[in-house]
């Protein structure tokens, strides 16, 4: 496997977790290359990148005007549509 594979930057769910809980802990403090800095654990910047988009892609993260990494997604609100009667999912 050559070191520009996508699999040499595929993040652990363990990775994944500590970069959502960080983010959820300090929305709208940092800038995605200070966010990494701050990390307790820093992975390789690239995988980083990888989980920051991934983040973005399923709703969970967006960056504001000034660059900074916020929090957005909130799981209660999702299960208060999805109880809604006249809400539909296709």
């Known amino acids: 496997m050559s070191a520009s594979s996508p699999a040499a930057h595929s993040p652990t769910l363990v990775t ?19 966010l990494w800095m701050k990390l307790p654990r820093r992975p390789m ?4 990148k990888t989980i920051i988009e991934y983040l973005m ?4 993260i967006a960056i504001d005007a000034r660059g900074r990494v916020c929090w957005i997604h909130n799981p209660e ?3 208060q549509y999805l109880a809604r009667d006249g809400l539909r999912i296709r």
């Open 16 to 34: 994944i977790r500590m970069v959502e809980d960080f983010i959820r802990e300090h929305s709208g403090e940092y800038r995605r290359k200070a």
């Open 77 to 79: 609100l999702v299960q």
């Open 45 to 48: 910047y690239q995988t980083f």
């Open 57 to 60: 892609e399923s709703g969970k």
